[in-house]
Nanobody, 114 residues
Framework: QVQLVESGGGLLQAGGPLRLSCAASGSTFWINAMRWYRQAPGKQRELVATVTTSGTANYVDSVKGRFTISRDHAKNIAYLQMNSLKPEDTAVYYC????????WGQGTQVTVSS
């Protein structure tokens, strides 16, 4: 079992930065990929970024160049550094981890005002 707890969400103006954290506990040794998803009101959940155990990162086109996903293996924390935030980035952001099964965090709200 893996437990995921997100933190770092909030309300901010467009153009600002925000860093989300996802603390993993439990059977973290077996985690391979970690991801951040987001879900805006009335929309489907969207994959934002993925980081593999080796550190390879991938992003949805809409956040490339603005968001950076990283992972601290020693602390079992995944981060999502978000810069140049836009109102369309407003969503609940969810952390995801995969072992032989998948785990989700509870989500953290990010609201970007124009």
């Amino acid at each position: 079992q893996v437990q995921l707890v997100e933190s770092g969400g909030g309300l901010l103006q467009a153009g600002g930065p925000l860093r989300l954290s996802c603390a993993a506990s439990g059977s973290t040794f077996w985690i391979n990929a970690m991801r951040w998803y987001r879900q805006a009101p009335g929309k489907q959940r969207e994959l934002v970024a993925t980081v593999t155990t080796s550190g390879t990162a991938n992003y949805v086109d809409s956040v490339k160049g603005r968001f950076t996903i990283s992972r601290d293996h020693a602390k079992n924390i995944a981060y999502l550094q978000m810069n140049s935030l836009k109102p369309e980035d407003t969503a609940v952001y969810y952390c995801y981890a995969r072992t032989s099964t998948t785990y989700w965090g509870q989500g953290t709200q990010v609201t970007v005002s124009s």
